[in-house]
């Protein structure tokens, strides 16, 4: 993907913070999300292993790439990982801050490997949030949120639900956001094919028999965006009336793509402090960017604004918009909780299905902050039962309690909760 003019990006405030004080930082996430051009703005030295000539190079004395001006970058290493243990190793030998940075597509099956407590910072990158892709001016930080307080809410926004329809068929990839039309979709097409075609065996190895049958899944997954489906049925979901794979073979698919950072599954909530019983265990599932669910589903602005459904059948709550706009709300709620550091974003639900909570963001000390996300331009009492009975339960563990909308208003209701537009939700 052909990168544009650099835009900041919410991870480029935790750089700044991390990158004086760390001598190696690995920057994780799916292809086209920016990883390096981000680390290539702060690398003195650049080694690309995606590039044949300069991997060739590197194989011959990989230590070598080390020994250079730092920061050095390290981009694609997972395709080389004994340079994971090179950089752990001068790191164990007191290497000074800021030295060495590595951007991955992919994690190595190896997890010896991939250990580097205490040595290698890792942070995600994802693709780009909305406060990251428009020129809207959030008014509401997560942060301060996340703080406590229970802040005034202000602010008011232009954008309407076509606008939020748009992003999600967008998507977040840096290089893709000048694209409209055909050449967006071509590009996406591209995107998804190249998984089996070409992540999938260059960067783990792992051959693809059919790669039809890998498209047929990721279609069935992209349908149950934002819920708990189970995976036998989305495998069932993807091989309707034909005969089912293995179901190694869909687990090997799934445990790939999830170290591919396509798949980016919201687990569910685990607290330490409350008692809550009878907690449901199952994820909830979620692509790296809801515009490879929609493309997957071969949707557009029409199919989502008429209330279509579309790909394989899968059980939902609310349309099919309704859960792409829950996973454009998470993408972006997820990189705003990591820059406030509050990485520990889950869902709740209970084993009846009773009660559910879109999404708990928990700060390290165990207080959350809990979000329902409704696709809705104003919220009315019945859309809060869910986030009222969890008050009742948490006390005063619970920090703040938000309903992310499609309004026009950032306010907080009487009753304390607040009620904020997507487009005005910053980190």
Request: hydrophobic share 40%; proline share 7%.
């Amino acid at each position: 993907m052909a990168e544009g003019p650099y835009r900041p990006r919410v991870v480029d405030l935790e750089l700044d913070e991390l990158t004086p004080a760390l001598a190696a930082i690995a920057l994780e996430g799916p292809k086209g999300v920016g990883k390096t051009e981000t680390a290539s703005r702060r690398a003195e030295t650049i080694h690309a292993l995606d590039d044949p000539a300069q991997y060739a190079l590197a194989t011959a004395d990989p230590a070598r790439l080390l020994d250079a001006p730092p920061p050095v970058l390290l981009d694609e290493w997972q395709r080389m990982p004994e340079l994971w243990d090179l950089v752990r190793r001068r790191v164990d030998a007191h290497a000074p801050p800021g030295q060495f940075l590595l951007a991955g597509s992919a994690v190595p099956e190896d997890l010896e490997t991939h250990s580097g407590a205490a040595r290698i910072v890792s942070v995600r990158m994802r693709p780009m949030a909305l406060a990251e892709r428009t020129e809207e001016q959030p008014t509401v930080r997560l942060k301060d949120l996340v703080l406590g307080g229970r802040h005034s809410l202000r602010g008011r926004t232009e954008w309407k639900l076509e606008d939020y329809v748009e992003e999600i068929l967008r998507g977040g990839f840096p290089g893709l956001r000048g694209l409209s039309g055909r050449p967006l979709r071509l590009q996406l097409d591209t995107y998804l094919s190249r998984i089996g075609d070409r992540e999938l065996p260059d960067e783990l190895g792992q051959r693809v028999r059919n790669p039809a049958t890998l498209q047929r899944w990721m279609a069935a997954y992209a349908a149950a965006s934002s819920t708990t489906t189970s995976f036998e049925k989305i495998r069932d979901a993807a091989t309707a009336g034909e005969e089912k794979p293995a179901r190694t073979t869909v687990e090997a698919y799934r445990d790939a793509l999830e170290r591919l950072w396509i798949l980016d599954p919201v687990p569910a909530w685990s607290p330490s402090r409350s008692h809550i019983r009878r907690l449901a265990q199952p994820a909830k599932h979620q692509l790296a960017d809801p515009a490879l669910a929609a493309r997957l589903l071969g949707v557009d602005a029409g199919a989502l604004l008429s209330g279509q459904d579309a790909g394989p059948p899968i059980l939902r709550d609310g349309t099919l918009l309704g859960a792409l706009f829950e996973s454009l709300v998470t993408q972006s709620v997820r990189v705003y909780a990591q820059a406030a550091e509050a990485e520990r974003v889950s869902h709740l639900r209970t084993h009846s299905g009773e009660h559910e909570v879109d999404l708990i963001v928990e700060r390290g000390d165990g207080r959350i902050v809990a979000i329902e996300v409704k696709l809705a331009r104003s919220v009315e009492d019945h859309h809060l039962g869910q986030l009222k009975w969890l008050a009742e339960r948490v006390g005063d563990d619970l920090l703040d309690s938000l309903v992310i909308t499609t309004g026009e208003q950032a306010y907080r209701r009487s009753d304390g909760i607040g009620v904020i537009p997507a487009s005005l939700l910053g980190p």
